[in-house]
């Protein structure tokens, strides 16, 4: 056991259909090994974000084994399908 490894792999989801409906705004990005998660918008009536996740900085940069983009098959170059 002392020589096992963890390796982790995260994977962005496509957005389901009541997330399209509520016109959500995808706060993830990937690029490389890297997942980025940026401030979510203001609301609608104006207000920012409550969240204090973002409260200390504007974005949080993450560093995985493997990150895996599967929000829009447009962007081929980035896309990773099922």
């Not at 259909?17 to 706060?27: F, Q, S």
């Not at 990005?29 to 920012?48: C, I, W, Y």
Request: charged content about 25%; proline content about 7%.
């Amino acid at each position: 056991m002392s020589d096992s490894k963890v390796k982790v792999a995260v994977r962005v989801r496509p957005m389901n259909r009541r997330e399209i409906e509520l016109n959500t705004k995808c706060v993830v990005d990937m690029e490389d090994n890297q997942t980025v998660l940026h401030p979510p918008p203001s609301n609608a009536k104006g207000e920012s974000s409550t969240c204090t996740f973002f409260l200390l900085s504007p974005l949080q940069v993450f560093a995985f084994d493997h990150c895996f983009w599967s929000m829009d098959e447009a962007n081929i170059p980035k896309y990773a399908g099922e």
